[in-house]
């Protein structure tokens, strides 16, 4: 498959890369590593005119680390990711994650921001110009149906970024530039649960920063990913866990899942379960059961709902054990 025509621009600051975002609006893409953004641009899925290079702004690609936060610029490479010792010494969910999205050569290539602002997917967007021909269009291109939530009032493609459901139990924040100025949000706040237009991240603006605070003494963190292949495959579920514990206490907690719907999600009634209490094996599985039964996971090809929802139980449950087990 062939790429459609665009004009390629090679921006040498924020400044310059914002102010270009400005003026071509919704014409014009970021380019990080393209590992998602080409595909889509050979499907037809997208036909930007404008590519803005952000790889030819010097600077972007290093992670740095203070007394309260570890900063990482967005075109930090998800390899270097999962296998810095900084990272995975104060962040191991985040390093476990990046580990397992994709190959080894897609995160030799693949950067956190793209993976931050990765599409939402579904089986009947991420097909060719050809194969999406035979059917009306869904929600995602411009229609009035979803074909995978029958009678649906919009579009339910799964968030399958594998990095940020551990991020969002680590409590990350973005900061985006545009040309009108800058922002600080959270990454938790982002997200639509509408998986045409997953985040509220504006077409002109551009994640400069994933800050990540520095957990605080007694904590840690795990990720568990369920998909279908082991080397190389999206994922069916994802489950990151952030504990702080006091003794065998545990003072606070952050669950957050991932292809469970069109957004990531936090379980926090299951937080709620165990925030205060002792980790015991019976506490963990009814926290893993409320987590299951709080989600609304709707189906994936090849899997029942009715499956999706007890992984979640048993990816929630694996997790949390991983953790008590881990000291
Ligand atoms: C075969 C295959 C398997 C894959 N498997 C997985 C997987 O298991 N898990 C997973 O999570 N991903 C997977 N991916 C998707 C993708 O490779 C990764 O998500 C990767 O991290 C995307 O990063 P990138 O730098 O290549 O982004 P790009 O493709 O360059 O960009 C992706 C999107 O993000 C936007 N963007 C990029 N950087 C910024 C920024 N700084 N600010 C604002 N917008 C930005 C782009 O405009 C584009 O819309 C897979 C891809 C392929 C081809
Ligand atoms: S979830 Fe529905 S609307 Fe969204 S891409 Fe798939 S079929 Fe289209």
């Known amino acids: 498959m062939r790429l459609p025509k665009f004009e390629y621009l090679e921006p040498g600051s924020l400044a310059e890369a914002s102010g270009l975002l400005g003026q071509h609006s919704e014409e014009a893409r970021l380019l990080a590593g393209g590992t998602d953004l080409l595909v889509a641009m050979k499907l037809r899925s997208i036909t930007p005119r404008y590519l803005v290079n952000l790889k030819s702004i010097p600077g972007l690609d290093t992670i740095s680390a203070s007394?309260?936060?570890i900063t990482f610029g967005p075109l930090v490479?998800?390899?270097?990711?999962?296998?810095s010792s900084l990272v995975?010494?104060?962040l191991p969910a985040l390093a476990e994650a990046a580990s397992r999205a994709a190959s080894p050569q897609i995160r030799g290539t693949g950067t956190l921001g793209g993976n931050i602002c990765l599409d939402n997917r579904c089986t009947y967007y991420n097909q060719s110009d050809m194969w999406r021909r035979q059917w009306e269009a869904c929600f995602k291109?411009?229609?009035r149906r979803c074909y995978v939530v029958k009678g649906g009032k919009q579009c339910y493609a799964l968030a399958c970024a594998d990095t940020v459901p551990a991020l969002m139990a680590l409590e990350a924040s973005l900061r985006l530039v545009s040309s009108a100025g800058e922002r600080v949000v959270t990454l938790e706040e982002i997200f639509t649960g509408k998986g045409d237009v997953p985040t509220t991240i504006q077409p002109n603006e551009i994640v400069a920063a994933v800050i990540v605070p520095?957990?605080?003494p007694g904590s840690s963190s795990a990720f568990l990913k369920l998909a279908r292949r082991g080397s190389i495959d999206f994922p069916l579920l994802d489950a990151a866990v952030a504990l702080q514990r006091n003794g065998d206490t545990c003072e606070d907690i952050r669950i957050a899942l991932s292809a469970v719907g069109p957004a990531p999600l936090r379980a926090?009634?299951?937080?709620?379960?165990?925030?205060g209490q002792k980790l015991s094996a019976d506490l963990i599985q009814e926290a893993a059961t409320r987590a299951s039964k709080d989600a609304r996971p709707i189906s994936a090809i090849g899997t029942t709902v009715a499956y999706r929802r007890q992984m979640i139980a048993v990816l929630v449950r694996r997790t949390l054990e991983k953790l008590d087990t881990a000291d």
């Open 67 to 69: 007394d309260s936060e």
């Open 141 to 143: 291109y411009g229609g």
């Open 88 to 90: 995975r010494e104060t």
């Open 214 to 216: 520095r957990p605080k």
């Open 77 to 83: 490479l998800l390899s270097t990711v999962a296998s």
């Open 268 to 275: 926090k009634g299951a937080e709620e379960i165990l925030r």
